[in-house]
Every structure is written in structure tokens, then in C-alpha cells.
């Protein structure tokens, strides 16, 4: 059984905690559908830290999904070297294909019609359609995932993903599901670690120390995190 934590209470602390702690990411400062595709593919099992040098590297010699599509596969194979998963590289690039060929290169908006893209499952689908389109859809990923039990299954470390689904569409800011679902992977952050020390959440975010303490401060303060010793650590 789900605990039954305020739909609204539950969207202003991921809020707080998207403010707080946001990292500054290539595709987050764009709308352009091909970009976050690339995106969205690369982060496929693969970690950001890693992702962001590719990602620039890949669009700078495939700047558009028209030149992806005419791209040899050689080449596509050539840029993905070193990120892993390699059949990730084969299906974005037919997926490319089937766009130019299909819809004149113009990604589709409707998660359905991205769904039918090689290599593209409806999750991935769904977080194109969110972060290029601002479209409310649902779908669930690891970040997701992981922060979802932690607020309303607690204790648990396997739901089915029906019930969080279930969750998801109820609790989803639809006025904006892109800041929303970026805010979801930025609590996961925290999340993974649990508990960290003031050095370590230093480390981690490439903010002002000032700042940082401010915001720690602030979270204390509201209730949302505690300390013991040098430790910090969620308190919901």
C-alpha cells in the first residue's frame, strides 16, 4: 500500500529540492526535439557525467537529424566510441532515418507516434514528449522510479510500475511536465547518497559554498533534511 502523502505537499518539496540543487545541462537549455533525442538515447544506461562530453561531440559532427540520417553507420559508431551499448548508436540512427523518410525530419509530438521509432520505447517516448514539447505524458525511468518509493513506499525497494504510474499522472505538474520531471532526477541525486557530509554535498554541486549553506540552512529549517554529527540526510 502507497502512503498517502499530499499530491500537493509532495510537488512543492521536489520543487524545493529542483532549486536547491539543479545542475546546469547541455539539454536542459534546449527545446530542439533532435537534441534531446540524442539526449534521451544517450542516457540510456550510461551516467551523466559521461554523457555530456559525447553529447557535445555527437551533435557538433551530426548537427541535425537530416545529417544523422545521411550519416554512414561507420561514422554514427565512430563518435559513439567509449559511451557503450553500441546498438544504442544503430537505433538512433534509424530512427533518424524513419523521421526524415516518415516525417520530412520533423520529430512528431504524440508519444505514440515516437513510440514506433526504432529503438525508442514508450518511457523514452514519453520523456521526449515532455522535454521537447512540454506534452504531459507519463512514463517512469530510474530517477523516477527511486523517488517515487522513496515518498510513498518507504521501506520498500520494488513497486510494480502500475502503481507508480499511477502516482506519476496524479501528482504531475501539466502546466510544465518538463521542470517537473528534470526536478525528479535532481531529488534522485540526493536520494543515492544517504546521508552526506557538507564537504561532500560541496563536491557534488558546482554552486557557490555560500549558497550551498543558505540552502542547507533553509531545508533544516523547513523540515526537510536533518543532521546528525557531520551528516546530512532527507528527514521526510
Given at each position: 500500500?502507497?502512503?498517502?502523502?499530499?499530491?500537493?505537499?509532495?510537488?512543492?518539496?521536489?520543487?524545493?529540492?529542483?532549486?536547491?540543487?539543479?545542475?546546469?545541462?547541455?539539454?536542459?537549455?534546449?527545446?530542439?526535439?533532435?537534441?534531446?533525442l540524442v539526449s534521451e538515447v544517450m542516457l540510456q544506461q550510461t551516467q551523466v557525467g559521461r554523457v555530456t562530453a559525447y553529447y557535445k561531440n555527437f551533435l557538433h559532427k551530426f548537427p541535425t537529424i537530416k545529417v544523422l540520417a545521411k550519416a554512414s553507420l561507420a561514422d554514427v559508431l565512430r563518435a559513439w566510441q567509449g559511451l557503450g551499448y553500441n546498438r544504442r548508436a544503430l537505433m538512433l540512427k534509424r530512427a533518424a532515418e524513419h523521421t526524415v523518410r516518415i516525417y520530412g525530419g520533423k520529430l512528431p509530438q504524440d508519444a505514440g507516434l515516437l513510440d514506433d521509432l526504432p529503438g525508442i520505447g514508450i518511457n523514452t517516448a514519453g520523456a521526449i514528449a515532455a522535454f521537447a514539447f512540454n506534452t504531459p505524458s507519463v512514463f517512469i525511468e530510474t530517477n523516477i522510479r527511486r523517488v517515487f518509493i522513496h515518498f510513498f513506499f518507504p521501506g520498500r525497494s520494488t513497486v510494480h510500475d502500475r502503481n507508480i504510474l499511477k502516482l506519476v499522472e496524479e501528482t504531475m505538474d501539466r502546466k510544465n511536465p518538463r521542470e517537473w520531471y528534470y526536478a525528479s532526477a535532481i531529488?534522485?541525486?540526493?536520494?543515492?547518497?544517504?546521508?552526506?557530509?557538507?564537504?561532500?554535498?560541496?563536491?557534488?554541486?558546482?554552486?557557490?559554498?555560500?549558497?550551498?549553506?543558505?540552502?542547507?540552512?533553509?531545508?533544516?529549517?523547513?523540515?526537510l533534511i536533518s543532521k546528525s554529527g557531520i551528516y546530512y540526510q532527507i528527514s521526510i
Open positions: 500500500m502507497a502512503v498517502h502523502t499530499n499530491s500537493q505537499t509532495f510537488r512543492r518539496t521536489i520543487r524545493r529540492y529542483y532549486a536547491a540543487h539543479s545542475r546546469s545541462l547541455p539539454w536542459r537549455h534546449t527545446h530542439d526535439p533532435y537534441k534531446i531529488v534522485k541525486l540526493f536520494l543515492a547518497k544517504n546521508a552526506l557530509t557538507q564537504r561532500q554535498i560541496f563536491k557534488t554541486f558546482a554552486e557557490p559554498k555560500e549558497r550551498i549553506e543558505k540552502v542547507l540552512d533553509a531545508l533544516g529549517k523547513e523540515g
